[in-house]
């Protein structure tokens, strides 16, 4: 094992401790000194019990630092590397990885595996990722090379930026010319956006409840900003929409998992329309439809990290952001300490930052430790 630093959830509150221990690489394994790591919706849902978890647990799953150690069988992939961290591991010879459904694999969001040790306990990773720990153990398939942009920005690609890059490609298929609207403009809104742009849409339009997001959503491809007014009936959104849409929407892409967004979303596409699901509502909420509706081609899809191929988009994603294609830095609204970390939740909960990041030490690799 060797010592590290992070932050652990033991159920109650976030634990900042110079006390985690994590395993040495084995066999395609590779450790990496996380430097960055964003917090994600997710990571919240982790803490409330929207998503629960068993704790102790080390949460975290947009990480960005510099390879440490390696593992035998390792090619690709060497001691130095600056690398962004992907969450998925999928099998790639199961049914669903065969078909190219790799968020589908049984295997790609992890088992709830422990490789940490804290207070003589096993402690659980997330997603397979934690980088809320300084040093973490993932398998090497998850790393994509990163030099030439700030890890600040670049840990943000494991969630938040291949998330709105994937539904919008993946999930959505937005084509050239599509009518795109995007409802939720934070982390993952704002890529979405700014991918939809990427694939040539012929008009963006963002939704928020919260108006100060307009001044956001336009630097990241939105062509107009609506204001959801929080007392507003679906009826009365959907048709705000509609008349900003200037016609026929192609693709609503819903991101905030609220159920009155998400209801929205269902009902703003035309026939051959799709609404791609991608924020996580809280257990047991629901949404309804008329069927109908789906008889000339509508479509309703869901999706976890926008689908993606973790080992084509994560790599493209970064080529994207060194060509420009893709503006990650103004994503990041704020850099905190990992001492902070619990003022970076709170800054996140509040919900007027893009995304908030948390910086750990520059210190050297971890000791071995019995």
Known sequence: MTATRGAVWDGRRLVVTDELEVREPGPGDASVAVRASGICHSDLNAMDGTS???????????????VVAVGDGVDGIAVGDEVVVGSMTPCRVCRACRAGRFSDCPDAFGHGDAPFRWRGEPVRSYANVSSFAGTIT?????????????????????????????VVRNVARVAAGDTVVVLGIGGIGVNALQTARLQGA??????????????????????????????????????????????SVDAAVECSGAPSAIQAAIELPGPGGITALVGIPRAGSHATFDVQHLLRGRRIAGSLNGAIDPARDLAAIVDHARRGDL????????????????????????????????????????VSVA
């Not at 629960?52 to 647990?57: A, E, G, L, Q, T």
């Not at 700030?150 to 969630?159: D, H, I, K, M, N």
């Not at 963006?204 to 307009?214: C, F, G």
């Open 138 to 166: 993932v398998r090497a398939s998850q790393l994509v090379p990163c030099s030439g942009l700030a890890l600040e920005a670049a840990a943000l690609v494991g969630c938040a930026v291949s998330t709105g890059y994937g």
């Open 327 to 366: 503006e990650l830095a103004s994503q990041v609204s704020h850099v905190w300490p990992l001492d902070d970390i619990e003022e970076a939740v709170d800054a996140v909960r509040d919900g007027g930052i893009i995304r908030a990041v948390v910086e750990h030490s520059a210190a050297p690799y971890g």
């Open 52 to 66: 629960p978890v068993p704790n102790p647990v080390v949460l975290g799953h947009e990480g960005a630092g510099t």
């Open 202 to 247: 012929g008009r963006v339009v963002a939704v928020d409840v919260d108006p100060s997001k307009e001044a956001v959503a336009l630097a990241f491809g939105a062509d107009v900003f609506v204001e959801a007014p929080r007392s507003a009936s679906t009826s009365a959104v959907v048709e705000l929409v509609r008349r900003a849409a200037g016609g």
